[in-house]
Protein backbone atom coordinates (compact mmCIF):
# COMPACT_ATOMS: atom_id res chain seq x y z
CA UNK A 1 0.00 0.00 0.00
CA UNK A 2 3.35 2.34 -0.17
CA UNK A 3 2.68 4.68 -2.57
CA UNK A 4 4.73 7.40 -3.88
CA UNK A 5 2.09 10.80 -4.05
CA UNK A 6 4.74 11.96 -7.14
CA UNK A 7 2.87 9.60 -9.33
CA UNK A 8 -0.35 10.85 -9.45
CA UNK A 9 -1.12 12.06 -13.36
CA UNK A 10 -1.25 16.26 -13.50
CA UNK A 11 -5.11 15.81 -13.63
CA UNK A 12 -4.95 13.35 -10.54
CA UNK A 13 -8.36 12.12 -12.28
CA UNK A 14 -7.32 9.23 -14.17
CA UNK A 15 -4.92 7.05 -11.87
CA UNK A 16 -6.46 5.56 -8.53
CA UNK A 17 -3.54 6.12 -6.57
CA UNK A 18 -4.39 5.87 -2.56
CA UNK A 19 -3.49 8.94 -1.14
CA UNK A 20 -4.36 8.00 2.57
CA UNK A 21 -5.18 5.08 3.99
CA UNK A 22 -6.44 3.45 7.38
CA UNK A 23 -6.27 -0.27 8.06
CA UNK A 24 -7.65 -1.80 11.53
CA UNK A 25 -7.57 1.65 12.64
CA UNK A 26 -8.90 1.86 16.54
CA UNK A 27 -8.92 5.34 18.14
CA UNK A 28 -9.83 5.10 22.21
CA UNK A 29 -10.41 8.01 24.33
CA UNK A 30 -10.07 6.99 27.63
CA UNK A 31 -13.34 4.29 28.12
CA UNK A 32 -15.03 5.58 24.67
CA UNK A 33 -14.08 4.41 21.64
CA UNK A 34 -14.30 6.90 18.82
CA UNK A 35 -13.00 4.28 15.91
CA UNK A 36 -13.10 0.84 15.64
CA UNK A 37 -11.50 -1.33 13.49
CA UNK A 38 -11.78 1.07 10.46
CA UNK A 39 -9.91 0.40 7.10
CA UNK A 40 -10.53 2.59 4.33
CA UNK A 41 -8.82 3.92 1.61
CA UNK A 42 -8.92 7.33 0.19
CA UNK A 43 -8.08 7.30 -3.50
CA UNK A 44 -7.12 10.08 -5.94
CA UNK A 45 -9.77 11.94 -8.13
CA UNK A 46 -12.89 11.19 -5.58
CA UNK A 47 -14.91 13.30 -3.56
CA UNK A 48 -16.03 10.85 -0.68
CA UNK A 49 -18.34 12.05 1.51
CA UNK A 50 -18.04 11.07 5.19
CA UNK A 51 -21.46 10.81 6.60
CA UNK A 52 -23.11 10.72 9.86
CA UNK A 53 -24.63 11.90 12.87
CA UNK A 54 -22.88 13.90 15.54
CA UNK A 55 -20.02 11.61 17.40
CA UNK A 56 -20.26 9.27 15.17
CA UNK A 57 -16.71 9.18 14.53
CA UNK A 58 -16.03 11.71 11.53
CA UNK A 59 -13.95 13.90 13.07
CA UNK A 60 -11.62 11.66 14.88
CA UNK A 61 -10.89 9.95 11.18
CA UNK A 62 -10.18 13.12 9.58
CA UNK A 63 -7.74 14.09 12.49
CA UNK A 64 -5.67 10.72 12.56
CA UNK A 65 -4.98 11.37 8.64
CA UNK A 66 -3.94 15.18 9.58
CA UNK A 67 -1.16 13.63 11.79
CA UNK A 68 -2.83 15.27 15.09
CA UNK A 69 -3.68 11.80 16.68
CA UNK A 70 -2.17 8.31 16.37
CA UNK A 71 -4.18 5.78 16.42
CA UNK A 72 -4.58 3.39 19.86
CA UNK A 73 -4.04 0.46 17.24
CA UNK A 74 -3.48 0.32 13.51
CA UNK A 75 -2.10 2.33 10.84
CA UNK A 76 -2.31 5.43 8.98
CA UNK A 77 -0.78 6.72 6.24
CA UNK A 78 -0.46 9.61 4.33
CA UNK A 79 1.20 10.10 1.16
CA UNK A 80 2.66 6.44 1.77
CA UNK A 81 4.03 7.67 4.90
CA UNK A 82 3.43 8.84 8.29
CA UNK A 83 0.99 11.68 8.62
CA UNK A 84 2.76 13.01 11.69
CA UNK A 85 5.73 13.60 9.08
CA UNK A 86 5.76 17.12 8.43
CA UNK A 87 7.11 16.34 4.85
CA UNK A 88 4.03 14.14 4.26
CA UNK A 89 1.79 16.72 4.61
CA UNK A 90 2.75 19.24 1.95
CA UNK A 91 -0.20 17.67 -0.22
CA UNK A 92 -2.42 18.00 2.45
CA UNK A 93 -5.37 20.75 2.59
CA UNK A 94 -7.02 21.38 5.58
CA UNK A 95 -9.39 24.01 7.26
CA UNK A 96 -9.48 25.47 10.67
CA UNK A 97 -12.44 25.88 12.10
CA UNK A 98 -14.43 29.27 11.19
CA UNK A 99 -14.48 30.29 14.42
CA UNK A 100 -10.59 29.68 15.04
CA UNK A 101 -9.96 32.22 12.96
CA UNK A 102 -6.83 34.69 14.43
CA UNK A 103 -8.75 37.93 15.38
CA UNK A 104 -6.22 40.33 14.94
CA UNK A 105 -4.64 38.84 11.51
CA UNK A 106 -6.23 40.53 8.27
CA UNK A 107 -7.70 37.97 5.69
CA UNK A 108 -4.77 38.82 3.60
CA UNK A 109 -2.34 37.68 6.13
CA UNK A 110 -3.85 34.63 7.19
CA UNK A 111 -3.73 33.57 3.45
CA UNK A 112 0.08 34.34 3.18
CA UNK A 113 0.62 32.60 6.55
CA UNK A 114 -0.50 29.42 5.20
CA UNK A 115 1.10 29.89 1.56
CA UNK A 116 4.49 30.28 3.22
CA UNK A 117 4.31 26.34 4.41
CA UNK A 118 3.85 25.17 0.79
CA UNK A 119 6.36 25.10 -2.52
CA UNK A 120 3.76 26.23 -4.74
CA UNK A 121 1.00 28.21 -2.95
CA UNK A 122 -1.66 30.06 -5.29
CA UNK A 123 -0.93 33.61 -4.83
CA UNK A 124 -2.98 35.28 -2.37
CA UNK A 125 -5.25 37.51 -4.32
CA UNK A 126 -6.24 34.34 -6.84
CA UNK A 127 -7.38 32.09 -3.87
CA UNK A 128 -9.31 35.42 -2.57
CA UNK A 129 -11.21 35.70 -5.80
CA UNK A 130 -11.40 32.30 -5.97
CA UNK A 131 -13.69 31.98 -2.46
CA UNK A 132 -15.11 35.51 -3.28
CA UNK A 133 -13.03 37.42 -0.61
CA UNK A 134 -11.17 39.78 -2.94
CA UNK A 135 -12.91 42.64 -1.46
CA UNK A 136 -11.64 41.47 1.97
CA UNK A 137 -8.29 41.09 2.36
CA UNK A 138 -7.20 43.95 4.58
CA UNK A 139 -10.47 43.47 6.46
CA UNK A 140 -9.00 41.79 10.49
CA UNK A 141 -10.75 38.23 10.45
CA UNK A 142 -12.37 39.02 13.97
CA UNK A 143 -14.55 41.33 11.38
CA UNK A 144 -16.12 38.59 9.07
CA UNK A 145 -19.82 37.61 9.17
CA UNK A 146 -19.99 33.60 9.83
CA UNK A 147 -20.43 32.74 5.60
CA UNK A 148 -17.21 35.08 5.22
CA UNK A 149 -14.68 33.03 7.37
CA UNK A 150 -16.22 29.82 6.58
CA UNK A 151 -14.84 30.64 2.84
CA UNK A 152 -11.68 31.64 4.47
CA UNK A 153 -11.35 28.44 6.24
CA UNK A 154 -11.86 26.70 3.06
CA UNK A 155 -10.24 28.78 0.85
CA UNK A 156 -6.92 28.30 3.58
CA UNK A 157 -7.21 24.27 2.43
CA UNK A 158 -6.99 25.16 -1.06
CA UNK A 159 -3.98 27.51 -0.69
CA UNK A 160 -1.08 25.24 -1.10
CA UNK A 161 -2.30 23.39 -3.93
CA UNK A 162 -3.09 20.13 -2.29
CA UNK A 163 -3.70 16.84 -3.96
CA UNK A 164 -5.73 15.66 -1.02
CA UNK A 165 -8.18 18.29 0.91
CA UNK A 166 -9.89 17.29 4.12
CA UNK A 167 -13.22 19.33 4.51
CA UNK A 168 -14.88 19.13 8.35
CA UNK A 169 -18.62 20.50 7.93
CA UNK A 170 -17.82 23.32 5.50
CA UNK A 171 -21.01 24.73 5.41
CA UNK A 172 -22.67 23.99 8.97
CA UNK A 173 -24.71 27.03 9.87
CA UNK A 174 -24.76 29.15 6.43
CA UNK A 175 -27.23 30.24 5.04
CA UNK A 176 -28.56 28.57 1.29
CA UNK A 177 -26.54 30.96 -0.61
CA UNK A 178 -23.47 30.55 1.05
CA UNK A 179 -23.78 26.96 0.99
CA UNK A 180 -23.69 26.57 -2.96
CA UNK A 181 -21.43 29.26 -3.63
CA UNK A 182 -18.96 27.32 -1.56
CA UNK A 183 -20.14 24.01 -2.86
CA UNK A 184 -19.65 25.84 -6.74
CA UNK A 185 -16.13 26.54 -5.28
CA UNK A 186 -15.22 23.32 -3.83
CA UNK A 187 -16.81 21.53 -7.32
CA UNK A 188 -14.61 23.81 -9.04
CA UNK A 189 -11.05 23.02 -6.78
CA UNK A 190 -12.02 18.69 -7.31
CA UNK A 191 -12.35 19.90 -11.08
CA UNK A 192 -8.98 21.15 -11.12
CA UNK A 193 -7.23 18.15 -9.61
CA UNK A 194 -7.86 18.01 -5.46
CA UNK A 195 -9.29 14.63 -4.47
CA UNK A 196 -11.48 15.66 -1.72
CA UNK A 197 -13.02 13.93 1.71
CA UNK A 198 -15.92 15.70 3.33
CA UNK A 199 -17.34 15.32 6.16
CA UNK A 200 -20.90 16.37 7.04
CA UNK A 201 -24.13 15.67 8.88
CA UNK A 202 -26.21 17.17 5.96
CA UNK A 203 -27.22 14.07 3.47
CA UNK A 204 -28.02 17.11 0.59
CA UNK A 205 -24.79 18.58 1.20
CA UNK A 206 -23.17 15.01 0.57
CA UNK A 207 -25.58 14.29 -2.34
CA UNK A 208 -24.57 17.79 -3.36
CA UNK A 209 -20.29 17.37 -4.06
CA UNK A 210 -19.83 13.39 -2.98
CA UNK A 211 -19.36 10.41 -5.90
CA UNK A 212 -18.66 8.35 -2.55
CA UNK A 213 -20.44 8.16 0.43
CA UNK A 214 -18.48 6.55 3.20
CA UNK A 215 -21.61 6.36 6.19
CA UNK A 216 -20.02 6.07 9.49
CA UNK A 217 -21.47 5.81 12.83
CA UNK A 218 -20.97 4.42 16.33
CA UNK A 219 -16.86 4.72 15.28
CA UNK A 220 -17.94 1.54 12.51
CA UNK A 221 -18.10 2.04 8.90
CA UNK A 222 -21.83 1.43 8.19
CA UNK A 223 -21.79 1.65 4.03
CA UNK A 224 -19.11 2.57 1.52
CA UNK A 225 -20.38 2.93 -1.37
CA UNK A 226 -20.64 4.69 -4.68
CA UNK A 227 -23.72 7.94 -3.75
CA UNK A 228 -26.42 6.48 -5.67
CA UNK A 229 -26.14 3.13 -3.69
CA UNK A 230 -25.63 4.92 -0.43
CA UNK A 231 -28.63 7.22 -1.33
CA UNK A 232 -31.10 4.31 -1.69
CA UNK A 233 -30.24 2.98 1.21
CA UNK A 234 -30.50 6.42 3.32
CA UNK A 235 -33.19 8.57 1.63
CA UNK A 236 -35.87 7.09 3.91
CA UNK A 237 -39.45 8.21 3.93
CA UNK A 238 -41.83 8.39 7.00
CA UNK A 239 -45.37 7.52 6.46
CA UNK A 240 -47.72 7.96 9.76
CA UNK A 241 -51.25 6.86 10.07
CA UNK A 242 -53.73 5.17 12.19
CA UNK A 243 -54.93 1.66 11.64
CA UNK A 244 -56.72 -1.24 13.50
CA UNK A 245 -54.31 -3.69 11.45
CA UNK A 246 -51.61 -2.73 11.70
CA UNK A 247 -49.75 -5.93 11.37
CA UNK A 248 -51.12 -6.46 7.76
CA UNK A 249 -49.36 -3.30 7.25
CA UNK A 250 -46.24 -4.30 8.35
CA UNK A 251 -45.82 -7.01 6.10
CA UNK A 252 -46.23 -4.79 2.89
CA UNK A 253 -43.28 -4.58 0.89
CA UNK A 254 -40.51 -2.02 1.67
CA UNK A 255 -40.94 -0.89 4.77
CA UNK A 256 -37.75 -0.79 6.41
CA UNK A 257 -39.04 -0.16 10.36
CA UNK A 258 -41.87 1.06 11.83
CA UNK A 259 -42.43 2.81 15.10
CA UNK A 260 -45.42 3.71 17.56
CA UNK A 261 -46.21 6.93 18.78
CA UNK A 262 -47.74 8.27 22.05
CA UNK A 263 -50.92 9.35 19.81
CA UNK A 264 -51.69 6.13 19.00
CA UNK A 265 -50.72 6.76 15.22
CA UNK A 266 -47.49 4.39 13.61
CA UNK A 267 -44.79 6.01 11.85
CA UNK A 268 -43.23 3.25 9.27
CA UNK A 269 -39.95 4.30 7.33
CA UNK A 270 -40.28 3.23 3.72
CA UNK A 271 -37.88 3.52 0.56
CA UNK A 272 -40.60 4.19 -2.08
CA UNK A 273 -43.56 5.95 0.04
CA UNK A 274 -46.02 5.96 -3.19
CA UNK A 275 -45.34 2.21 -4.01
CA UNK A 276 -45.99 1.48 -0.16
CA UNK A 277 -49.28 3.57 -0.05
CA UNK A 278 -50.52 2.08 -3.63
CA UNK A 279 -50.23 -1.18 -2.07
CA UNK A 280 -52.00 -0.47 1.11
CA UNK A 281 -54.91 1.35 -0.68
CA UNK A 282 -54.80 -2.13 -2.89
CA UNK A 283 -54.68 -4.15 0.44
CA UNK A 284 -58.54 -2.88 1.25
CA UNK A 285 -56.83 -2.47 5.08
CA UNK A 286 -58.81 0.58 6.62
CA UNK A 287 -56.29 3.71 7.71
CA UNK A 288 -56.52 6.78 8.87
CA UNK A 289 -54.88 10.73 9.35
CA UNK A 290 -51.98 9.79 6.44
CA UNK A 291 -49.49 11.68 6.24
CA UNK A 292 -45.65 11.51 4.48
CA UNK A 293 -42.99 13.40 4.83
CA UNK A 294 -39.34 12.80 4.37
CA UNK A 295 -36.60 11.10 7.32
CA UNK A 296 -34.16 12.97 8.30
CA UNK A 297 -30.20 11.45 8.45
CA UNK A 298 -30.14 10.54 11.80
CA UNK A 299 -33.69 8.26 11.65
CA UNK A 300 -32.17 6.76 8.25
CA UNK A 301 -29.13 5.65 10.35
CA UNK A 302 -30.88 4.19 12.56
CA UNK A 303 -32.89 1.91 10.18
CA UNK A 304 -29.22 1.08 8.81
CA UNK A 305 -27.81 0.15 12.14
CA UNK A 306 -30.40 -1.89 12.91
CA UNK A 307 -29.98 -3.79 9.66
CA UNK A 308 -26.36 -4.26 11.00
CA UNK A 309 -27.23 -5.95 14.27
CA UNK A 310 -29.69 -7.93 12.80
CA UNK B 1 9.89 24.98 2.12
CA UNK B 2 13.16 25.46 4.60
CA UNK B 3 12.40 25.06 8.12
CA UNK B 4 14.49 28.50 8.47
CA UNK B 5 12.34 30.80 6.18
CA UNK B 6 8.90 28.56 8.20
CA UNK B 7 10.97 29.65 11.59
CA UNK B 8 10.62 33.12 10.31
CA UNK B 9 7.44 32.86 8.96
CA UNK B 10 6.54 31.50 12.51
CA UNK B 11 7.99 33.98 14.59
CA UNK B 12 6.38 37.10 12.30
CA UNK B 13 2.42 36.06 12.34
CA UNK B 14 3.25 35.69 16.23
CA UNK B 15 4.52 38.91 16.68
CA UNK B 16 2.08 40.64 14.09
CA UNK B 17 -1.01 38.96 16.18
CA UNK B 18 0.62 40.24 19.70
CA UNK B 19 1.51 43.62 18.11
CA UNK B 20 -2.15 44.44 17.27
CA UNK B 21 -2.64 43.52 21.42
CA UNK B 22 -0.60 45.63 22.82
CA UNK B 23 -1.81 45.75 26.10
CA UNK B 24 -1.08 42.01 26.68
CA UNK B 25 2.86 43.08 26.71
CA UNK B 26 2.77 46.04 28.13
CA UNK B 27 2.73 44.32 31.17
CA UNK B 28 6.31 42.20 30.98
CA UNK B 29 7.99 45.19 29.39
CA UNK B 30 7.18 47.90 32.49
CA UNK B 31 7.34 45.35 35.37
CA UNK B 32 10.96 45.04 35.48
CA UNK B 33 11.68 48.85 34.68
CA UNK B 34 9.42 50.06 37.91
CA UNK B 35 11.40 47.16 40.11
CA UNK B 36 14.35 48.74 39.04
CA UNK B 37 12.60 52.86 40.06
CA UNK B 38 10.82 51.27 43.05
CA UNK B 39 13.90 48.56 44.57
CA UNK B 40 17.52 49.83 43.29
CA UNK B 41 17.34 53.61 42.76
CA UNK B 42 16.14 54.82 46.24
CA UNK B 43 19.10 52.51 47.46
CA UNK B 44 21.18 54.82 47.78
CA UNK B 45 24.19 53.07 48.43
CA UNK B 46 23.60 50.37 45.52
CA UNK B 47 22.95 53.16 42.89
CA UNK B 48 25.96 54.83 43.65
CA UNK B 49 28.11 51.76 43.79
CA UNK B 50 29.44 51.74 40.09
CA UNK B 51 29.68 47.70 40.24
CA UNK B 52 26.28 46.89 42.40
CA UNK B 53 24.33 49.57 40.47
CA UNK B 54 25.35 47.72 36.92
CA UNK B 55 25.12 43.92 38.55
CA UNK B 56 21.11 45.11 39.65
CA UNK B 57 20.68 46.18 36.16
CA UNK B 58 21.92 43.21 34.75
CA UNK B 59 20.21 40.94 37.57
CA UNK B 60 16.42 43.04 37.00
CA UNK B 61 17.43 42.58 32.99
CA UNK B 62 17.64 38.59 33.61
CA UNK B 63 14.34 38.82 35.36
CA UNK B 64 12.54 40.84 32.49
CA UNK B 65 13.88 37.55 29.99
CA UNK B 66 13.16 35.18 32.88
CA UNK B 67 9.56 36.38 33.30
CA UNK B 68 8.64 37.51 29.35
CA UNK B 69 10.17 33.52 28.24
CA UNK B 70 8.29 32.17 31.07
CA UNK B 71 4.88 34.05 30.28
CA UNK B 72 5.37 34.51 26.82
CA UNK B 73 5.56 30.84 26.64
CA UNK B 74 4.01 28.72 29.64
CA UNK B 75 0.58 30.80 29.15
CA UNK B 76 0.63 31.66 25.58
CA UNK B 77 1.22 27.84 24.40
CA UNK B 78 -0.95 26.53 27.13
CA UNK B 79 -3.73 28.86 25.91
CA UNK B 80 -3.48 28.55 22.08
CA UNK B 81 -3.53 24.64 22.55
CA UNK B 82 -7.01 25.65 23.72
CA UNK B 83 -7.94 27.11 20.97
CA UNK B 84 -8.85 25.42 17.37
CA UNK B 85 -6.46 27.67 15.44
CA UNK B 86 -3.24 25.60 16.43
CA UNK B 87 -4.35 22.25 15.45
CA UNK B 88 -5.02 23.61 12.63
CA UNK B 89 -1.49 25.10 12.25
CA UNK B 90 -0.22 21.62 13.14
CA UNK B 91 -1.93 20.47 10.15
CA UNK B 92 0.13 22.35 7.84
CA UNK B 93 3.83 20.68 6.68
CA UNK B 94 6.33 22.78 9.48
CA UNK B 95 8.52 20.73 11.12
CA UNK B 96 7.64 21.05 15.03
CA UNK B 97 11.38 22.51 15.48
CA UNK B 98 9.94 25.68 13.10
CA UNK B 99 7.21 26.12 15.24
CA UNK B 100 9.38 26.30 18.53
CA UNK B 101 11.75 28.30 17.06
CA UNK B 102 9.32 30.98 15.54
CA UNK B 103 7.66 31.18 19.32
CA UNK B 104 11.52 31.36 20.31
CA UNK B 105 12.45 34.70 18.37
CA UNK B 106 9.21 36.15 18.46
CA UNK B 107 8.16 36.26 22.23
CA UNK B 108 12.80 36.28 22.72
CA UNK B 109 12.15 39.81 20.60
CA UNK B 110 9.61 41.13 23.07
CA UNK B 111 12.28 39.73 25.97
CA UNK B 112 14.64 42.19 24.92
CA UNK B 113 12.23 45.01 24.43
CA UNK B 114 11.97 44.83 27.94
CA UNK B 115 15.46 45.05 28.70
CA UNK B 116 15.53 47.95 27.24
CA UNK B 117 14.17 50.60 29.52
CA UNK B 118 16.30 48.96 32.40
CA UNK B 119 18.91 49.95 30.53
CA UNK B 120 18.15 53.02 29.80
CA UNK B 121 16.96 53.24 33.15
CA UNK B 122 19.52 52.12 35.42
CA UNK B 123 22.39 54.56 32.95
CA UNK B 124 20.04 57.83 33.78
CA UNK B 125 19.36 57.02 37.40
CA UNK B 126 22.33 55.01 38.94
CA UNK B 127 25.95 54.82 38.45
CA UNK B 128 25.30 51.57 36.44
CA UNK B 129 28.20 51.73 33.67
CA UNK B 130 29.65 49.79 30.81
CA UNK B 131 31.28 50.28 27.92
CA UNK B 132 29.31 49.99 24.19
CA UNK B 133 30.78 46.99 23.50
CA UNK B 134 30.34 45.57 26.73
CA UNK B 135 26.80 46.11 26.29
CA UNK B 136 26.60 44.41 23.06
CA UNK B 137 28.13 41.73 24.76
CA UNK B 138 26.27 42.10 27.44
CA UNK B 139 22.44 41.40 25.23
CA UNK B 140 23.92 38.62 23.50
CA UNK B 141 25.01 37.08 26.67
CA UNK B 142 21.35 37.21 28.05
CA UNK B 143 19.79 36.13 24.75
CA UNK B 144 21.75 32.65 25.17
CA UNK B 145 21.80 32.27 28.87
CA UNK B 146 17.64 33.06 28.51
CA UNK B 147 17.67 29.58 26.37
CA UNK B 148 16.96 27.62 29.40
CA UNK B 149 13.87 29.58 30.11
CA UNK B 150 12.28 29.78 26.90
CA UNK B 151 12.41 26.06 27.01
CA UNK B 152 10.93 25.59 30.51
CA UNK B 153 8.50 27.62 29.46
CA UNK B 154 7.84 25.76 26.47
CA UNK B 155 7.38 22.62 28.63
CA UNK B 156 5.01 24.19 31.14
CA UNK B 157 2.51 25.07 27.62
CA UNK B 158 2.43 22.02 26.89
CA UNK B 159 2.12 20.03 29.65
CA UNK B 160 -1.13 21.58 31.54
CA UNK B 161 -4.06 23.89 30.80
CA UNK B 162 -3.81 27.08 30.97
CA UNK B 163 -5.27 27.95 34.41
CA UNK B 164 -2.64 25.45 35.82
CA UNK B 165 0.22 27.25 34.12
CA UNK B 166 -0.47 30.49 35.29
CA UNK B 167 0.43 29.11 39.08
CA UNK B 168 2.89 27.18 37.76
CA UNK B 169 4.47 30.02 35.54
CA UNK B 170 4.45 32.06 38.87
CA UNK B 171 5.64 29.71 41.43
CA UNK B 172 8.86 29.27 38.84
CA UNK B 173 9.03 32.83 38.35
CA UNK B 174 9.81 33.92 41.52
CA UNK B 175 11.30 30.67 42.69
CA UNK B 176 13.88 31.11 40.19
CA UNK B 177 14.21 34.87 40.58
CA UNK B 178 14.90 34.98 44.62
CA UNK B 179 16.85 31.78 44.11
CA UNK B 180 19.09 33.01 41.46
CA UNK B 181 19.96 36.29 42.88
CA UNK B 182 18.00 38.45 40.76
CA UNK B 183 16.01 40.48 43.50
CA UNK B 184 18.76 40.00 46.31
CA UNK B 185 22.59 39.98 45.13
CA UNK B 186 23.74 36.41 46.07
CA UNK B 187 26.71 37.78 48.25
CA UNK B 188 24.82 38.50 50.84
CA UNK B 189 23.16 35.39 50.52
CA UNK B 190 24.03 32.34 53.42
CA UNK B 191 26.41 29.26 52.02
CA UNK B 192 23.64 26.47 52.03
CA UNK B 193 21.28 28.84 50.02
CA UNK B 194 24.01 29.68 47.47
CA UNK B 195 25.16 26.67 47.08
CA UNK B 196 21.52 25.65 45.50
CA UNK B 197 21.26 28.71 43.84
CA UNK B 198 24.54 27.30 41.44
CA UNK B 199 22.52 24.49 40.31
CA UNK B 200 19.27 27.08 39.03
CA UNK B 201 19.51 28.25 35.56
CA UNK B 202 18.53 31.88 37.20
CA UNK B 203 21.82 31.63 38.86
CA UNK B 204 23.54 30.33 35.68
CA UNK B 205 22.42 33.68 33.62
CA UNK B 206 23.20 35.95 36.12
CA UNK B 207 27.03 35.18 36.07
CA UNK B 208 27.25 34.75 32.36
CA UNK B 209 25.71 38.14 31.97
CA UNK B 210 27.74 39.61 35.14
CA UNK B 211 30.76 38.08 33.59
CA UNK B 212 30.02 39.62 29.57
CA UNK B 213 29.31 42.77 30.81
CA UNK B 214 32.51 43.40 33.84
CA UNK B 215 34.66 41.20 32.87
CA UNK B 216 37.04 39.38 35.25
CA UNK B 217 36.69 34.99 35.69
CA UNK B 218 33.24 33.03 35.11
CA UNK B 219 33.31 30.10 37.16
CA UNK B 220 33.22 26.64 35.41
CA UNK B 221 29.61 25.33 37.24
CA UNK B 222 28.01 28.81 35.60
CA UNK B 223 28.46 27.21 31.68
CA UNK B 224 28.11 24.14 32.43
CA UNK B 225 25.14 24.50 34.54
CA UNK B 226 23.60 26.49 31.39
CA UNK B 227 24.75 23.98 28.84
CA UNK B 228 23.16 21.57 30.63
CA UNK B 229 19.74 23.19 31.56
CA UNK B 230 19.54 24.05 28.04
CA UNK B 231 19.96 20.53 26.59
CA UNK B 232 17.95 18.68 29.00
CA UNK B 233 15.24 21.75 28.68
CA UNK B 234 15.73 21.71 24.79
CA UNK B 235 15.11 17.65 25.04
CA UNK B 236 11.94 18.34 27.03
CA UNK B 237 10.26 20.89 25.41
CA UNK B 238 10.61 18.90 21.73
CA UNK B 239 8.94 15.76 23.57
CA UNK B 240 6.46 17.07 24.86
CA UNK B 241 5.61 19.35 21.64
CA UNK B 242 5.76 15.92 19.41
CA UNK B 243 4.03 14.08 22.03
CA UNK B 244 1.01 16.72 21.81
CA UNK B 245 -2.22 16.18 20.66
CA UNK B 246 -4.23 19.67 21.61
CA UNK B 247 -5.79 19.92 25.14
CA UNK B 248 -6.84 16.29 27.13
CA UNK B 249 -9.95 15.88 28.66
CA UNK B 250 -10.67 12.82 30.54
Known amino acids: MSIDGTAVSIDGTAVNTVLASLSHVTRRFGEVTALDDVSLDIRSGQIVGLLGPNGAGKSTLLSLVQGLRRPTSGTVELFGGSPQTAANRRLLGCTPQATALPETLRVGEVIDFVGVHFANAVPTPEIADEFGLGDLLRRQTGSLSGGQKRRLSVALAFVGRPQLVLLDEPTTGLDVD ?9 RRQHDAGATVVITSHYLEEIEALAERVVVIDGGRVLEDDSLGTVLSRVSLRQVTLRSPEIEKIVNLPGIARQRPDATGATTFYVQDSDAMITALVRSGIPFSDLSVRGATLEEAFLTLTEKESV | MSTASLTFAHAKYSLLETARVPIAVIGSLVFPALSLLFFVVPQRAVAENPEWATQAVISLSVFAV ?5 FGFGLNIAQSREQPWDPYLRTLPAPGIARVLGHVFSTGLIGIAAIVPVVVLGALLTSAEASWWRLILGFVAIAASALPFVFIGISVGYSMPAKAA ?13 GGGLFLPPAIFP ?31 AWIGWFAW ?3 TLALALLLFRRDEGRRFR
Open chain 2, 230 to 232: TVV
Open chain 2, 166 to 178: IAVVQVLMFGLAF
Open chain 1, 178 to 186: ARRTLWDAI
Open chain 2, 66 to 70: LANAL
Open chain 2, 191 to 221: DWLDAISRFLPSRDAREIVVWAVQGGDLAPW
